[in-house]
T-cell receptor, first 113, second 113 residues
Framework: GNSVTQMEGPVTLSEEAFLTINCTYTATGYPSLFWYVQYPGEGLQLLLKATKADDKGSNKGFEATYRKETTSFHLEKGSVQVSDSAVYFCALIRNNAGNMLTFGGGTRLMVKP | KAGVTQTPRYLIKTRGQQVTLSCSPISGHRSVSWYQQTPGQGLQFLFEYFSETQRNKGNFPGRFSGRQFSNSRSEMNVSTLELGDSALYLC????????????FGPGTRLTVL
């Protein structure tokens, strides 16, 4: 079946530090990959997506590249801010197999001033 | 354009009762999906509705059901509530489903006592 594995948190960084959150997946076929972010007390917001191998999704300074050979979709940001503190979820949808998102366990990011 | 709205935002019930949650999708979106979020199990897919028909279903017992109306609004119902049903229930809408981006509402926090 499909599965997504994320690094466990919390990840604690100082402001302006470099961020990497690892995400690997298992899926048959060619899934679309997503990063969602959840701020305290809120629902999920789409951060970025990639629909095929070697695609790079980017938004608000965050980037992730769809690596089929390593089945990975690691999230990166060059310089984090306190406002980036949130829980980040990696997720996939198998193409042509409905719209069921399969999520990783989430990684809490805490950025200190 | 208004986002996905969910009502109520908070709900407290006792074991054995039933509950109905409501979701209004983004205007023009025809696919509505429901997810359960708990600290132990993370984010899990419940079901998806499209054009008033259940199109996909996750691995939840029959106590969990839903429906969609002609205006794409959706409700989910949980009967005979158990303590383990305490969770954040998230609704997401997308244009037609599949690998379309899903936009999430703020969720309904259900507490079962």
């Amino acid at each position: 079946g499909n599965s997504v594995t994320q690094m466990e948190g919390p990840v604690t960084l100082s402001e302006e530090a470099f961020l990497t959150i690892n995400c690997t997946y298992t899926a048959t076929g060619y899934p679309s990959l997503f990063w969602y972010v959840q701020y305290p007390g809120e629902g999920l917001q789409l951060l970025l997506k990639a629909t095929k191998a070697d695609d790079k999704g980017s938004n608000k300074g965050f980037e992730a590249t769809y690596r089929k050979e390593t089945t990975s979709f690691h999230l990166e940001k060059g310089s984090v801010q306190v406002s980036d503190s949130a829980v980040y979820f990696c997720a996939l949808i198998r193409n042509n197999a409905g719209n069921m998102l399969t999520f990783g366990g989430g990684t809490r990011l805490m950025v200190k001033p | 354009k208004a986002g996905v709205t969910q009502t109520p935002r908070y709900l407290i019930k006792t074991r054995g009762q039933q509950v109905t949650l409501s979701c209004s999708p983004i205007s023009g979106h025809r696919s509505v999906s429901w997810y359960q979020q708990t600290p132990g199990q993370g984010l899990q897919f419940l079901f998806e509705y499209f054009s008033e028909t259940q199109r996909n279903k996750g691995n939840f017992p029959g106590r969990f059901s839903g429906r969609q109306f002609s205006n794409s609004r959706s409700e989910m119902n949980v009967s005979t509530l158990e303590l383990g049903d305490s969770a954040l229930y998230l609704c997401a809408s997308s244009l037609v489903g599949g690998a379309d981006t899903q936009y999430f509402g703020p969720g309904t926090r259900l507490t079962v006592l």
